[in-house]
């Protein structure tokens, strides 16, 4: 049985408009300069960066609670970078983790073991490199 399910609608693709059934998500969407669009509105890449590095976060602190650890604060970057693959595209992401309050050691194994955890890690294990890298504070 399902946590939780949500629902997004759009229309126009990468140059089109998306919404949340709940109407709390409304967004344009434009194709990057980058890519060779206009720019001037979000796309999917800043969408999914967005959502993987707050889904990562709140695992991280989920480990750090679950193993008791004296994690002060954390923060995460996901960088997600559209690759070329063959005649398509695939997607890369780097996550920088940031903690306060534990050493090194201790802050690069929660980060790992939030990895195993975080369900936008576990929906991609496999198809999208992810590299992770962690500084403390």
């Known amino acids: 049985m399902a946590?939780?399910?949500t629902?997004?609608?759009?229309t126009g693709g990468r140059a089109g408009h998306g919404e949340t059934?709940?109407?709390?998500?409304?967004v344009d969407l434009a194709m990057p300069k980058e890519l060779g669009g206009p720019g001037?509105?979000?796309n999917p890449e800043q969408l999914f960066a967005i959502g993987y590095a707050a889904c990562f976060e709140s695992a991280v602190r989920f480990v750090a609670r679950k193993q008791k650890l004296p994690l002060e604060d954390a923060a995460v970057t996901a960088t997600?970078?559209?690759l070329p693959n063959g005649e398509g595209f695939r997607l890369?992401?780097?996550l920088a983790a940031e903690t306060k309050g534990l050493d090194q050691a201790a802050a690069e194994a929660l980060v790992?073991?939030?990895?195993?955890?975080?369900?936008y890690s576990n929906a991609i294990r496999g198809n999208v490199?992810?590299?992770l890298s962690v500084k403390v504070a």
Do not use: N
């Open 7 to 10: 629902q997004a609608h759009v």
């Open 92 to 94: 890369g992401v780097a």
């Open 3 to 5: 946590l939780y399910t």
């Open 80 to 82: 997600v970078s559209l």
């Open 129 to 131: 490199e992810v590299a």
């Open 112 to 119: 790992s073991a939030a990895h195993q955890v975080c369900p």
């Open 40 to 42: 001037g509105a979000t």
């Open 21 to 26: 059934s709940d109407g709390l998500l409304k």
